[in-house]
């Protein structure tokens, strides 16, 4: 699906308020853009008008009296009502001139001696005249203060009036701009809990984090200033051209001139634009990578005195961002106030031109009021070119974003089910189980071992000989490339992801630990573990007796990872949180390595208790606590070399055995 259709798709979540928003902002430009025409009617009709017809007639509404007659504007005379004499009033210079006669000519005009000249090229004719005084001249506007008074009125509610819909549209519009950026980050952040633990192999964290942030940020710029000021620009333009062609068609058709340089600048722009701003997002994203890597291993740097080197790497990054930053702000510049400028130098030029060949005469009669509003509404003009101009670096930045958005909605994801089962009886079965990481390159090779109900079963084995893989598999973190796993003879490739994990628990070697409460981390704030289950979990771990020193006991804050709690402490947390859940099989992933052997001694002698009725698969490099497992696996790159009790493997005194001799051996040299 294309991008703009996805993003148009969004908007209509919310067409109701989108819409409406719209709507608003054409009533509002349609309103502003009344202000030209009620301006050119005010000079035209109103200030110049008393320079039209004016005859002789009785005294009543609009009649002026002059010198003891009477004399109303031909354009105000009633129907039946008496018309006299004509005259007329023309301004000479600065001076207002009463002619008591009609005049049939127009030009050039002059006041001299009690005559007015007027010339029209070789034509010159005089008329008897009278100049007017400052109060006589205001006596022939009166009939007009009425009416302006009424127009500037008109006018004045238009601007308030557009004033209400543009502050209606705007908040309409950012209203439904942050719904949809709500609904998108929703979305994304659903569909990272769906991705495959493979995808994540591969992506820092922090490019994920600038996906759900920052481009979701220059999205929601899409749909609050770009689409408001094109639509409020495309409104703009077609409502000025409108008015250009009714107040006169030459000059709009020049005009036009403005849309195919517009199109093709805007075609100039977005190629380079695109260029710079896909290389932009990208150093965002590495550029959150690298902060939040250094942030979480911020020790190991300090430790390692890695500052410098770590500080070369940000820079080369910063500079890369840096370098295409300028480059796009040069685009900008080149491209916004310079771009605006030379049209409108284009336009003013084509105006001069077509008003100094002579359109304004008899043969084609531009009024001042026609001449204020095409001046007018060619300013006008400007600012949604401005505007559009203005708003091609945020469509880009948003169009780029939005690619790197939908590219992460459309990685494969798995199905979420909310199918239930019974909690099944926790027979594992591994049958010729291959597995790689990587295409080719299988880790696990020819995988077979049973685990019956009941049963602990212990994986160990050198780093990188496939243990952790073999619980990957289990949990379906990935699926096996050959053969089959199945629990209780059902192949786990047949059940939905989320119903498998919902009768299994697992720690992990490093656990993890959400912002809450010890208790919160138990329970996972799920609303089938109860208060009662949390406690019983973390007293049957032992806990009762570590946390105890605790101000707020199991109510402990925990803040993020749990870094303010001890390796050991995190880990008693995460045994007693796979506990709560009751699983039929219980997975142990080094979950002994980062504990003192106090704690550990408490979670052993807890375990006994729990392991009954339950499979329980352990990952250990201490072989000290897996004596009592019941079948013991010994991996070598990716297969079972070894398999047996503890005592069956160190009568047969081959790998496990010497593994167990070098870990007894190494106790001793340190107690000796």
């Not at 107040?247 to 020049?254: Q, R, Y």
């Not at 550029?287 to 390692?304: L, P, R, V, Y």
């Amino acid at each position: 699906m294309k991008l703009g259709k996805r993003l148009f798709n969004y908007a209509l979540l919310y067409k109701k308020v989108i819409i409406a928003a719209l709507l608003m902002l054409a009533v509002s430009v349609g309103a502003e853009l009344a202000g030209p025409f009620i301006a050119k009617r005010m000079i035209d009709h109103h200030i110049l008008g008393i320079e039209t017809k004016w005859y002789e007639t009785n005294k009543g509404q609009d009649a002026v009296l002059y010198k003891g007659h009477w004399y109303k504007r031909e354009d105000y005379l009633q129907k039946g009502e008496r018309k006299g004499k004509e005259v007329r009033i023309f301004q000479s210079g600065r001076d207002f001139i009463f002619v008591p006669s009609p005049v049939d000519i127009d030009g050039d005009k002059k006041f001299k001696n009690g005559y007015l000249t007027i010339s029209k090229g070789n034509i010159v004719k005089k008329f008897k005249a009278e100049k007017l005084g400052i109060d006589q001249l205001l006596k022939f506007y009166n009939p007009e203060i009425p009416r302006l008074m009424k127009l500037f009125s008109i006018y004045l509610g238009l601007l308030i009036f557009a004033s209400f819909f543009q502050y209606g549209q705007h908040y309409y519009l950012r209203k439904a701009a942050n719904r949809i950026i709500q609904k998108m980050r929703m979305d994304i952040f659903q569909h990272i809990q769906r991705l495959p633990i493979s995808y994540f192999d591969n992506l820092p964290a922090g490019k994920v984090v600038a996906r759900i942030t920052n481009d979701t940020e220059a999205i929601r710029e899409l749909y609050v200033n770009v689409l408001s000021n094109f639509f409020t620009s495309g409104i703009y333009i077609i409502g000025i051209y409108i008015a250009l062609f009714i107040l006169d068609v030459k000059l709009a058709m020049i005009c036009l001139i403005l849309l195919p340089i517009l199109y093709v600048w805007i075609l100039f722009y977005r190629k380079y634009a695109s260029k710079y701003n896909h290389v932009i997002r990208s150093k965002i994203s590495e550029i959150n990578a690298m902060i939040n890597e250094s942030i979480q291993g911020m020790n190991i740097i300090q430790a390692f005195s890695r500052e410098e080197k770590s500080k070369q790497e940000f820079d080369e990054l910063n500079e890369t961002h840096f370098s295409f930053q300028n480059k796009l702000l040069s685009l900008n510049a080149l491209t916004s106030h310079n771009l605006v400028g030379v049209l409108r130098n284009i336009t003013f030029v084509s105006f001069i031109w077509y008003f100094g060949r002579g359109s304004i005469g008899v043969e084609s009669f531009v009024t001042l009021g026609v001449l204020y509003a095409f001046v007018d509404y060619i300013n006008r003009l400007f600012q949604p070119v401005q505007g559009i101009v203005n708003q091609l670096a945020n469509l880009e930045q948003a169009l780029v974003a939005s690619e790197r958005v939908f590219r992460l909605i459309d990685e494969d994801g798995i199905n979420v089910s909310d199918e239930k089962i019974k909690r099944y009886k926790g027979n594992v079965v591994f049958d010729n189980v291959f597995f790689a990481y990587k295409e080719g390159e299988y880790v696990l090779k020819d995988i077979n071992f049973e685990a019956s109900q009941g049963e602990t079963v212990a994986l160990v084995g050198h780093t990188g000989s496939g243990k952790s893989s073999i619980m990957n598999l289990l949990f379906r973190f990935y699926d096996p490339n050959k053969g089959s796993i199945t629990i209780d003879g059902k192949s786990i490739v047949d059940i939905p992801h989320q119903t498998i994990r919902e009768h299994m628990g697992i720690v992990l070697q490093d656990p993890y630990l959400f912002t809450g409460t010890i208790a919160s981390n138990v329970s996972l704030d799920d609303p089938r573990i109860t208060r009662e289950m949390v406690e019983k979990a973390l007293n049957d771990v032992g806990a009762e007796g570590i946390f105890k020193n605790l101000e707020n006991g199991y109510d402990e804050p925990v803040i993020e990872k749990g870094s303010t709690l001890s390796s050991g402490q995190r880990q008693l947390i995460s045994f007693a949180r796979a506990l709560a859940f009751d699983p039929a099989i219980l997975i142990l992933d080094e979950a002994t390595s980062s504990i003192d052997t106090e704690t550990e001694a408490i979670i052993q002698n807890a375990m006994e208790v729990l392991k009954k009725g339950r499979t329980t698969f352990i990952i250990a490099h201490r072989l000290s606590t897996i004596k009592n497992a019941d079948q013991i696996l010994v991996l070598d790159r990716g297969t079972i070399v070894e398999r047996g009790n503890h005592d069956q493997l160190m009568a047969l005194k081959g790998r496990y055995y010497q593994m167990y001799e070098l870990q007894q051996g190494k106790k001793s040299d340190l107690a000796g």
